[in-house]
């Protein structure tokens, strides 16, 4: 019995996933004259020789990166996707901004040179207690170089505790120290917040407004479009896979496909998402 159940669960599963895949087909003539939404990418480590799902391989970055290369795509900054969600302002046809969360050493050490090679810029989001305090992270002195490069630098708070967990008073702490820290250190604005974990409530909304942040991203799965909340802007997780380059074309080209996959998935298969942090 519980073999029939699971044998049809997933015959349903694949006839749904094959209707979604031809009803998008269908649809991509209406996709492309609808205002467009921009892929932000987001990415953790690139690591060869860490065993996570977070950790890109090195090769498998590069491939992704020479693809939008190759293809032409233009990497954009925080502010230029922020006129254009805002106020319609000129982007690139094919922008994408890509972002890296936690400031892992990696992000200097081997994501930089391959960004560099391709003449894309990042924005990189710093954990600000641990910058120079532990050798997984990234230092000051590489902060300053991606920084110099044209890379935007953001907070991802000082410590990568979930606001939603802390007081009123601690989240505000939180916010507002991060930002003062890359601010003192690189003399410029810090201007954009990612939150840990992807967790924030109305509070923390509030919070991250009232200290003074333009927009806020999170891992709400998707892409930015000028229905977006610039305080909840959706990215696409790219994360380490046997078929990465596959996984990364669907994700970029496929995006809400891929989240209506992903919802099935959890829904009726009972498979747990691999959240990005
Ligand atoms: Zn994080």
Redesign the pocket.
């Known amino acids: 019995m519980f073999y029939l159940l699971w044998g049809d669960t997933v015959k349903l599963y694949k006839v749904i996933v094959i209707i979604l895949i031809l009803g998008s087909l269908l649809l991509q003539g209406n996709i492309i004259s609808q205002p467009r939404e921009i892929p932000v990418l987001n990415y953790h480590m690139v690591e060869d020789n860490v065993d996570n799902q977070l950790a890109v391989t090195v090769k498998d970055f590069d491939d992704q990166m020479s693809y939008l290369y190759r293809n032409g795509y233009k990497s954009i900054t925080p502010d230029e996707l922020l006129s254009y969600l805002k106020n319609g302002d000129d982007i690139p046809e094919k922008s994408v901004l890509i972002t890296f969360?936690?400031g892992y050493r990696d992000t200097y050490l081997n994501a930089y040179p391959i960004l560099e090679k391709y003449r894309f810029t990042a924005t990189v989001f710093l954990i600000t207690d641990v910058v120079g305090n532990d050798d997984w992270y990234l230092d000051w002195d590489q902060v300053k170089k991606m920084h110099q490069a044209g890379f935007v630098i953001g907070s991802?708070t000082l410590s990568?505790v979930p606001l939603t967990t802390l007081s009123r008073d601690e989240a505000l702490l939180e916010l507002q120290k991060s930002k003062e820290k890359i601010e003192g250190e690189l003399g410029t604005t810090a201007s954009y917040f990612a939150y840990?974990?992807g967790a924030y409530n109305d509070e923390v909304l509030d919070l991250v407004k009232k200290v003074g942040y333009k927009a806020a991203f999170s891992v709400q799965f998707g892409k930015s479009g000028q229905n977006s909340n610039i305080y909840e802007l959706e990215r696409i997780p790219i994360f380490r896979s046997t078929w990465a380059f596959y996984d990364f074309y669907l994700r970029l080209h496929f995006t809400s496909l891929v989240e209506k996959a992903r919802w099935i998935k959890k829904e009726i298969m009972g498979e747990t998402l691999v959240q990005a942090?």
């Open positions: 969360d936690d991802h990568h840990p974990t942090n």
